[in-house]
């Protein structure tokens, strides 16, 4: 099964420009999992999202559905044909 990573055009050029990311997992694959995946494919955009341990960096916001991860946790299996969307923080004022 394949796994689409939406992504915001601010960090479309870490995924040589492309709107969106498509990654394969296999039954039962967490979101950590398909981080990982993220980070052999495109080290660049995972360093972005995730700190050095992994964990999502607190001004990101990643959405399995309309599910925000941090409420199911990366470890939740992530459904057949699910979509991620990449949400970074905006600051100003």
Request: aromatic letters at 2%; hydrophobic letters at 45%.
């Amino acid at each position: 099964m394949d796994v689409t990573v939406r992504l915001p055009a601010a960090l479309r050029e870490l995924a040589d420009g492309r709107p969106a990311v498509i990654l394969p997992v296999h039954d039962g694959d967490s979101t950590r999992a398909l981080l990982r995946e993220l980070a052999v494919r495109h080290p660049l955009l995972h360093r972005r999202l995730c700190d050095d341990r992994g964990e999502l960096r607190r001004y990101v916001n990643v959405y399995v559905g309309e599910e925000d991860v941090r409420l199911c946790g990366l470890d939740a299996p992530l459904p057949a044909g699910a979509q991620l969307l990449v949400i970074p923080s905006v600051a100003g004022g």
